[in-house]
Structure formats: C-alpha cells, structure tokens
C-alpha cells in the first residue's frame, strides 16, 4: 500500500467549479510536490514544497493553486479550470528536496474537467 | 529538450520471455536513475534504482545495467509474467537533488 494518500480519487467539476485535491504523508518527509499526468505520457512537475515553503512553480497556471498547511498535508486548488486541465494528478514526497532519494507517489486524483 | 530518452515506446513479450527497455542521457550531473512502474489507474512506484558507481543492480527478476561512458542504462525484466504488464518510466536525478527528468515511458504488455 502506498505510504501517500491522495483524495478523492476521482472527481469530476465544471469550468466554474471550486474543489480541492488533498494529499497526506506520514513518512515524516520534507519535500512534497504535485504533479500532472496524461494519459500514457511521464508525470510532469507542477509544484515543489520544500519545509512548507513553496520552492518551484513550474509556470503552472494561476487556476492552479498549492497549499501546504503543515509537514504531512499538500493541498492542489482548483478554479475556473479548462477541459484540457483533465489529467490524472499525483503527489509525491520525498525526504527532502536536496537529497531527494526515492520519490513515493500517492495513487493519484483523476480529474475530469466538462 | 528530453533530458532523459527512453526506448522502445512499446514492447510484447510472451511469457517467459525477457523483457528490455532501454534510456539514455546527457547530463552528467544526473548521479541517481531509478525505474518506475505504473499500472493503470495508480501512481508510480519504485522498481529499482541505481547510482553510477555500480554497473549492474538485480534485485529478484529485475536487473538494471548502466554503462557510465555511454551514458545509458537499461531495465531487464527476466521470466516476464503477463503481471508484469504495465508502464515503466526511467528517470534521472543530479547529485543537487533538484527534479526528477523521466523518460517518456514504455508499455509493456506480457502475453500468456
């Protein structure tokens, strides 16, 4: 079983919905992060926290916000997003971003955008 | 610009059969090139990794065998099991830390 867990699993939003996805570690990891993914293509970076301060913006757009509220929680909100925002979203950590070491990823939040 | 290629972009292997899946780099900074597999509808986990110091890490069907002067590496998956389906994505980190750059994946399906 995987040691980050990311909810929900699917969710499915208008164009001028608000959600949020929401990821957990307890592996007592420094560095969390977000990331995209297309169907059949590499998981691409969005965000980089680093001891909760956010340390890369992959030029994300602003529709996409990040959170981290404490050591073990990242947030990913959602606004006024596109169709082509559909992907599967993942987060991962890691023990900390200058040493990064294995990355464990979450199962993933499969975003559907109407 | 791909920093990390991966090859082939799909593989069908019959059962018992191996399975090789070739990446190559450029950055000889990267010092960390783990394997990823991915099942459909979850995220990756780690496979095996290895550092550059090593040409070859096995760990029970799985081998990975890394040629530092060619800058490529490779996954061999021995006696493939139709379980073993699924996308493998090769990655690359530098000694920094800093991101993981992966390669462009490659679906291996293993036919009974």
């Known amino acids: 079983d995987t040691e980050v867990t990311q909810t929900p699993k699917h969710l499915v939003m208008g164009m001028t919905n608000k959600k949020s996805l929401k990821c957990e570690q307890h592996?007592?990891?420094?560095?969390m992060y977000w990331y995209k993914q297309k169907a059949k293509k590499p998981p691409e970076l969005m965000f980089v926290?680093?001891?909760?301060?956010?340390?890369i913006n992959e030029s994300v757009p602003s529709r996409f916000s990040p959170e981290c509220p404490n050591s073990s929680l990242l947030n990913l909100h959602l606004h006024a997003l596109q169709p082509e925002d559909s992907a599967l979203y993942l987060c991962?950590?890691?023990?900390?971003?200058?040493?990064?070491?294995?990355?464990?990823f979450g199962e993933g939040s499969r975003l559907t955008v109407l | 610009q791909q920093q990390v290629k991966q090859s082939p972009q799909s593989l069908i292997v019959q059962k018992g059969g191996i399975s090789i899946i070739n990446c190559a780099y450029e950055?000889?900074?990267?010092?960390?090139f783990p394997w990823y597999q991915q099942f459909p509808g979850k995220g990756p986990a780690l496979l095996i990794a290895?550092?550059?110091?090593?040409s070859e890490k096995k760990e029970g069907r799985f081998t990975i065998s890394f040629n530092k002067s060619a800058k490529q590496f490779s996954l061999h998956i021995m006696d493939s099991q139709p379980g073993d389906s699924a996308t493998y994505f090769c990655?690359?980190?530098?000694?920094?830390?800093?991101?993981?750059?992966f390669g462009t994946g490659t679906s291996l399906t293993v036919i009974p």
């Open positions: 950055n000889t900074a990267f010092d960390y």
């Open positions: 926290y680093s001891y909760e301060k956010l340390s």
């Open positions: 990655a690359a980190l530098g000694y920094t830390g800093n991101q993981f750059y």
């Open positions: 290895i550092r550059p110091d090593v």
């Open positions: 592996m007592g990891h420094r560095a």
């Open positions: 991962a950590s890691s023990q900390d971003y200058q040493n990064t070491g294995e990355l464990f």
